[in-house]
């Protein structure tokens, strides 16, 4: 919950990016210029990536099924 409140504060009060996050945790990570979906690191219980403007490819969508 804590880090869902911090979150917040960035992105609601101080108007900051998602990234700025990082600066806050140890264990967070950020890779420029890659979608959610792009980076595979261990087990994926769930995936939304809620694409509305063709943000994802056919490529993408059989990567996060595999």
């Not at 911090?6 to 600066?23: F, H, L, T």
């Not at 264990?27 to 809620?50: L, N, S």
């Amino acid at each position: 919950m804590e880090q869902l409140k911090q979150i917040m504060e960035i992105k609601n009060v101080k108007r900051g990016r998602c990234s700025d996050y990082c600066a806050l945790s140890a264990t967070a990570k950020y890779f420029e210029g890659k979608r959610p979906w792009e980076i595979v690191e261990g087990h994926v219980d769930v995936i939304m990536p809620c694409a509305t403007q063709n943000e994802v490819n056919g490529e993408q969508a059989k990567r996060m099924i595999a």
